[in-house]
């Protein structure tokens, strides 16, 4: 079974960063698709970035593209989230989703939009920005 952690969350003012941790155990196959997802109060989930663990690429949403960046290592037991110069709308929980990732699809497919594709979640960690 595989199973999710989140870690690194916390307060921070406008333009500071943070450093998100998903900790992954229980995987076994190849190739995941790894992802950040965040949601706000009143607002749907989103895909923020993802990464596939088997062949390193990788996935962003336009609104974060060159500010965060996702990364991969002991074969996707720890994806990393560097977040950047941070903006009030980036304020959300931000979750990390797991799911078994097939070459006939794209991060893009599977990584935009609310997620609904990806079958194991762990439970959040909280980003708070201020002016």
């Known amino acids: 079974e595989v199973q999710l952690v989140e870690s690194g969350g916390g307060s921070v003012q406008s333009g500071g960063s943070l450093r998100l941790t998903c900790t992954a155990s229980g995987l076994w196959y190849d190739d995941y698709a790894i992802g950040w997802f965040r949601q706000a109060p009143g607002k749907m989930r989103e895909g923020v970035a993802c990464?596939?663990?088997?062949?390193?690429?990788?996935y962003y949403a336009e609104s974060v593209k060159d500010r965060f960046a996702i990364s991969s290592s002991m074969r996707g037991r720890r994806v990393e989230l560097k977040v950047n110069n941070l903006k009030p709308d980036d304020a959300a929980v931000y979750y990390c989703?797991?799911?078994?990732?097939?070459?006939?699809?794209?991060?893009?497919?599977?990584?935009?939009?609310?997620?609904?594709?990806?079958?194991?979640w762990g439970r959040g960690t909280q980003v708070s920005v201020s002016t």
């Open positions: 990464i596939s663990t088997g062949q390193g690429t990788k």
């Open positions: 989703a797991a799911r078994m990732f097939s070459r006939r699809r794209t991060l893009v497919d599977v990584c935009s939009g609310t997620g609904s594709e990806f079958d194991t």
